[in-house]
T-cell receptor, first 117, second 111 residues
Framework: GAVVSQHPSRVICKSGTSVKIECRSLDFQATTMFWYRQFPKQSLMLMAT?????????EQGVEKDKFLINHASLTLSTLTVTSAHPEDSSFYIC?????????????FGDGTRLSIL | GENVEQHPSTLSVQEGDSAVIKCTYS??????FPWYKQELGKRPQLIID?????GEKKDQRIAVTLNKTAKHFSLHITETQPEDSAVYFCAPGGSQGNLIFGKGTKLSVKP
C-alpha cells in the first residue's frame, strides 16, 4: 500500500513553456502532499506544502506565482512551472503520507526530470 | 528552522566492512528520524526510521541509533555489499509533517 504516482517522468521543452506535473496517491487519501526539487548532486529541497482545498504553503525563496500548486482532491496535487527557463531544469519530486503527523513515513513519487532548452 | 548536518559527505569502504553516517539536527521538537537511500535518477527509498521514544532500531544489516539529548542520529550498515552503493540522506521530521533533508552521503562499496 501507500503508492504515490507521479507523471510525467521526463519533460523536455523550450524556454517559456509552462509544464504541469501530477502527483497522485493511488491507494490512500492525502490531505497534504509535499513538493521537493533536487538539482544534480544536491539534496532534496522542500518547495511547498500542498493542502487539499486550500492554498499551498511555500518555502522561503520559492516564487508562488511561478510554481503554481493545485490540490483539488484528496488524491491529486499538481505543480505547474509557469514560463519555465533553463534555470528551472531540475528533478521535481512529490511525497505524501498516510497521516499528517510528524512521525509518519513519507512515500515518494518517482520524480519528474524537467529539462528546459 | 531546522538545521540538518550530515557527515561524511563521501564514504568509501571495502565490501564486507561497516559504514557509519551521522546526522545532527537543531530542532528539539523533532521526533521522527528516517534514513533514505537514493540511487542515481531514482526516488528516495526509506530504509529505516526511528521515533524519539526509542534509542536504537535494527533491521538485518541496517541499524539506526538516536541520541536525542545530543540531537544526533546515525545510520549503521554492516557487511556492506556493492549494491549498498548509493547516496544516503537523513531527513528529520519537521513540525508540519515535512522532512528536512541533509546534504547526503555518497557511499561507495568496493568489491
Amino acid at each position: 500500500g501507500a503508492v504515490v504516482s507521479q507523471h510525467p517522468s521526463r519533460v523536455i521543452c523550450k524556454s517559456g513553456t509552462s509544464v504541469k506535473i501530477e502527483c497522485r496517491s493511488l491507494d490512500f487519501q492525502a490531505t497534504t502532499m509535499f513538493w521537493y526539487r533536487q538539482f544534480p548532486k544536491q539534496s532534496l529541497m522542500l518547495m511547498a506544502t500542498s493542502n487539499e482545498g486550500s492554498k499551498a504553503t511555500y518555502e522561503q525563496g520559492v516564487e508562488k506565482d511561478k510554481f503554481l500548486i493545485n490540490h483539488a482532491s484528496l488524491t491529486l496535487s499538481t505543480l505547474t512551472v509557469t514560463s519555465a527557463h533553463p534555470e528551472d531544469s531540475s528533478f521535481y519530486i512529490c511525497s505524501a503520507s498516510l497521516q499528517i503527523r510528524q512521525d509518519q513515513p513519507q512515500h515518494f513519487g518517482d520524480g519528474t526530470r524537467l529539462s528546459i532548452l | 528552522g531546522e538545521n540538518v548536518e550530515q557527515h561524511p559527505s563521501t564514504l568509501s569502504v571495502q565490501e564486507g566492512d561497516s559504514a557509519v553516517i551521522k546526522c545532527t539536527y537543531s530542532d528539539s521538537a523533532s521526533n521522527y528520524f528516517p534514513w533514505y537511500k537514493q540511487e542515481l535518477g531514482k526516488r528516495p527509498q526509506l530504509i529505516i526510521d526511528i521515533r524519539s521514544n526509542v534509542g536504537e532500531k535494527k533491521d538485518q544489516r541496517i541499524a539506526v541509533t538516536l541520541n536525542k539529548t545530543a540531537k544526533h542520529f546515525s545510520l549503521h550498515i554492516t557487511e556492506t555489499q556493492p549494491e549498498d552503493s548509493a547516496v544516503y540522506f537523513c531527513a528529520p521530521g519537521g513540525s508540519q509533517g515535512n522532512l528536512i533533508f541533509g546534504k547526503g552521503t555518497k557511499l561507495s562499496v568496493k568489491p
